[in-house]
């Protein structure tokens, strides 16, 4: 500490240089102020201060991050299977390692503030960023500081975190979006139902992607990819289906029922019944036609059998 | 049994003469379409209800050993088809038959067939001391040929819709695509359940006809069942004035 509590330097061979100086107070705050240095810079001390080469500034930070294993072995693997991982060993170097997200010095626990989780993706993804930020759980993390909506690593996770263009990925995300919206105790006090989970897995989309997510192997050949949730309501721009939004909406819904349903004419979205349960007010047809079959089948049935027995009754007492 | 004077020895042999003696009762084209309808109505079931009933263990393995869900529904429509055709050849067939008269028009419900079901279940609880005369075509038969007839129309429409949304829309509300498919799985149970209980039960299960009615399958019927269910189209048959034929239990 004597020496890193000063002015020190460290050069690398392109020339960069990278300041050796430690703020002594963030390194109090944080959650590593149990820890000794050698801890993680291991095999040096004030006794012993080997000399090592890095080529690059970034080649440090690459090399730094693999400390973090030895204690975050969890973590360590599953960054493993990340899209980043992945780009990293396909040898870009600017694919975000631990230190990255997480800081050196000064790490914090990383879900006190959720707002630093979307910030800290900002760095590389400031587009999808922006286009975040004016969605409808964007906006209200950033101007009403509102902890429930979702950020990055709610959906796209915090270290396996995988392509999102696969396929296995696109089925799960119902799952996700269920997270929250099948909870009433996140969605209940936003006046958000959380029938619309149940509505879309009972019908034709939700039974089909059920399906094509347990068919396995040869099976796994989907005609074509299913709609979920963030084919109607977006992705990052999901916006709220209430209020002024609620136009838009609609009008983009009848384009992407085309992608599929190339003939879909403009009242083709009014075929579904927008995750509304079938009432008297609501699909009133689709409401009564059940309702005759609520009905009509159990009378049917114990029509049936009660003429079924009284048959077999009057066949026994004859003989 | 049909016999009224249980235990005078003469009476027992007419009995078994009659229960040997058999009736024609449908032609061979009859049995085959009947076995037709048997096909498409078990690929129909098993790629329907396990739509409809897509939760249940069941249902799974049904679908994953078809190929998938894509395949369930491709089998699905083209069972749908011919079926239709089956349906369609059938009304057809019938009609030319009645128009031409060489087919009497026997499966048309009639006044008589409303009071025999009171009669009869008047009879089943001892309030009439004999059932129901039968024609070529009990009420019994008549009602599940209907209610199944009218079922499979029914599911041909909405079939046709649930599988056209696009096309279908644009003439009529978009609402019909989930009421067409409310109607298409509720009309499916419907006739689903008419075969189930009150087909199985009067072709194999009844104690009339156990261990099974055959005449759809060998086109001839035992005398003797005649006489018990069919009692005014053996007169017919026979050129008898129907008292020589009587009611029997």
Known sequence: MKCHGYTVKMAFRSGESLSGTINISSLQASVHNKLSCSDCHYGFSSEEHPKRHFATRRDYTLASSENCRRCHFDKYTKTMESIHHTMLSQGNLEAPVCIDCHGSHGISHISKERALIAKRCQRCHAGIYDIYAKSVHGNALFNENNQDVPVCADCHTAHAIEDPRTLSYRERVPDMCSNCHANKAIVGKYGLSTAVVDTYLSDFHGVTLKFYRLQKGALNKPAKPMAVCTDCHGIHNISSTVGPDATVVKANLVKRCQKCHAEAPKNFPDSWLSHYKPSLKRAPLVFFVNLIYKIFIPILVAGLVLQIMLHVWRYVVNR | ?249
């Open chain 2, 1 to 249: 049994m049909w016999s009224t004077g249980k235990g005078k020895g003469n009476e027992m042999d007419v009995d078994t003469v009659i229960q040997e003696e058999r009736v024609k009762r449908f032609s061979p084209a009859r049995s085959v379409e009947h076995l037709a309808h048997v096909a498409t109505f078990v690929v129909l079931v098993c790629t329907g209800l396990s739509q409809r009933f897509y939760s249940l263990d069941i249902s799974q393995w049904i679908i994953l050993h078809l190929g998938g869900i894509d395949n369930v529904r491709l089998i699905h429509r083209f069972a749908g088809v011919i079926c239709s055709l089956q349906i369609i050849t059938h009304l057809a067939v019938a009609a030319i038959g009645i128009v031409y008269g060489k087919w009497q028009p026997s499966m048309v419900i009639t006044k008589k067939d409303f009071t025999d079901v009171v009669h009869n279940i008047r009879y089943y609880l001892g309030m009439e001391k004999s059932p129901t005369r039968g024609g070529r075509y009990t009420y019994k038969q008549k009602f599940e040929y209907w209610g199944i007839l009218t079922g499979v129309l029914l599911m041909m429409l909405t079939g046709f819709i649930l599988w056209f949304p696009s096309v279908v829309t644009k003439y009529l509300p978009g609402e019909i695509i989930p009421a067409a498919k409310v109607l298409h799985t509720n009309e499916a149970l419907v006739v689903f359940l008419i075969i189930a209980i009150w087909h199985v039960y009067n072709a194999i299960f009844s104690p009339e006809v156990f261990p099974m009615d055959t005449s759809i399958f060998t086109g001839y019927i035992s005398k003797a069942r005649m006489f018990r269910e069919h009692p005014d189209e053996l007169a017919e048959m026979e050129e008898k004035p129907l008292k020589d034929i009587p009611a029997s239990p």
